[in-house]
């Protein structure tokens, strides 16, 4: 394969800007210095999709690998903490639930904390599962701070285009070369059908041993070159269409992202320092697009700042996402709709896997199987997670609901979700992304509650479960008492000029 003999494989040509081709240029650049020359290709005349506003915890993890200084990420990107997701109407249609991050209760080795809030439930504990999770109470309060020892588990609410700006900037300054124009070719290489070089309008020829692909949608190389192959899922997730607009804040942000159902899929609300990010995901069998957009337009709170956005979107991933010289990130490689807020840790996933396998003088065929079998796991796995919230409702008030609550699911949901409804327990498999507190809250929320417990539980006298309830309840509560208004926070730790939000 490409860069065989002594030739070490040192040019890497990203194709395409935006959050996933400056994340991979910043973290590639960073880690790896004189070892490799990176060049990116981008065009100012080309829009970015720029709605990945909403995050997950890795992404934590991500800026403090590359030595970024959090108050001045969250300043350049107009950032909010995020503690989690509050879904509303999935369930019944006017329930509500939230998916926080952290851990809930205290675990014992052999079983989560949800075994012990049962047992207690049948002892005459009737206190929400909620009241023992720090990360919800506190978003439920409005309030948040760094806490000691790191426990209080986070994300970011931000503006993905000042993020792409704020990488772009890191980038060039670790010797990072941009060149602006568009892509008119992809040329093979005639012997071995890699890509040998990206040809611009210019007539300007870019050539490399190793191509990222970051083109979005469009997946240029990947797939309109290479023809590497892609997994509808739509089947299994029918919303393909989206309309985001920006508006104007009218209330302090909260550390949280909204979720709220409406007949055709969901609408997000996600605050910002200087605005608020909005969109309407739907199904486009059952909802048209002026239809979407007036109702997008009548459930938004504060003045429109932008334009409205149309989006169109496959779910699915592509099958080969290294395929010959050429790794597909971001978009390029599949999409995960934005429910679970995975689109940048998708990014991010694929970057650092990368990393880890970055060719010295030629690219292994091991490598690359192992690359794209777990970049699949994890879109599958992701996957998973985002149909149990569409198939575990309860709602038949429309055609679309319907149809979520009677399709096939994988069977690897199916048994995911059985054996917590008979036993209460949940397994993480292959360092999949969503931990056992995440399922265990979204099948909750939804409605799915165990039929047993683990009998560790039961070995508790009663008055040791009462202590043991009693005193977590009342740690999360103390905690919570104590921290100060989340919006106060963020304008003293990383509050953003009037100038940076124009």
């Known amino acids: 394969m490409t860069g065989g003999g002594g030739q070490k494989l040192r040019r890497v040509v990203i194709a395409g800007g935006g959050t996933a081709g400056w994340m991979a240029a910043a973290a590639i650049a960073r880690t790896l210095g004189r070892t490799v020359d990176v060049t990116l290709v981008e065009s100012d005349a080309i829009g970015t999709v720029g709605v990945g506003e909403s995050t997950i915890p890795p992404l934590v993890t991500y800026n403090r690998l590359l030595g970024i200084n959090e108050a001045d990420f969250m300043r350049a990107t107009q950032a909010t903490f995020k503690l989690g997701i509050q879904f509303e109407g999935w369930k019944n249609g006017s329930d509500s639930y939230f998916h926080s991050f952290g851990l809930t209760g205290k675990d014992h080795w052999s079983a989560g904390f949800q075994h012990f809030w049962l047992y207690g439930r049948e002892k005459g504990h009737c206190q929400p599962y909620d009241d023992y999770c720090l990360e919800l109470a506190a978003a439920m309060a409005g309030k948040f701070a760094h806490l000691p020892d790191n426990r209080m588990n986070y994300a970011y609410q931000l503006d993905s285009t000042l993020y792409a700006r704020f990488l772009r900037k890191m980038a060039e300054a670790d010797g990072v070369t941009r060149i602006e124009g568009k892509i008119s070719q992809v040329e093979l290489d005639g012997e071995t059908g890699d890509i040998a070089a990206l040809r611009l309008e210019s007539d300007r020829r870019i050539e490399g041993d190793l191509f990222l692909d970051c083109t979005g949608f469009r997946a240029l190389l990947i797939e309109g070159a290479l023809h590497a192959g892609f997994d509808d899922w739509t089947h299994y ?6 309309i985001a607009v920006q508006t104007a804040n009218v209330r302090p942000p909260v550390p949280y992202t909204r979720a709220i159902t409406h007949d055709a899929g969901w609408q997000w609300r996600i605050p910002l320092q200087h605005r608020t990010g909005n969109g309407l995901v739907y199904c486009s069998r059952y909802l048209a697009q002026d239809d979407a957009l007036e109702r997008l337009l009548g459930n938004v709170e504060g003045e429109a700042l932008t334009e409205p956005n149309f989006l169109r979107f496959t779910t699915g991933a592509r099958r080969r996402q290294w395929y010959r010289n050429c790794v597909a990130i971001g978009l390029s490689g599949g999409f995960m709709e934005p429910l679970e807020s995975t689109s940048i840790h998708l990014i991010q996933r694929a970057v650092l896997r990368l990393i880890r396998m970055m060719p010295l003088n030629h690219i292994s065929a091991r490598d690359v199987a192992e690359f794209n079998d777990q970049q699949f796991t994890d879109m599958a796995q992701i996957r998973d997670f985002l149909i149990l919230h569409y198939k575990a409702t309860e709602r038949r008030d429309s055609a679309f609901w319907r149809l979520c609550a009677d399709m096939e699911i994988p069977d690897t949901l199916e048994q995911k979700v059985e054996l917590f409804r008979e036993t209460g327990r949940v397994f993480r498999r292959n360092e999949e992304l969503f931990a056992e ?59 953003a000029s009037d100038e940076a939000a124009a």
Do not use: F
């Open 237 to 242: 997730l029918p919303c393909d269409r989206a």
């Open 437 to 495: 507190n995440s399922w265990v809250q979204v099948m909750m929320g939804q409605g799915i509650v165990p039929q047993s417990y683990h009998p560790i539980a039961a070995k508790l006298r009663d008055d040791e479960l009462e202590k043991l309830l009693v005193s977590l309840r009342e740690d999360v509560a103390r905690t919570v008492g104590s921290l100060p208004e989340h919006a106060a926070y963020v304008a003293r730790y990383c509050g």
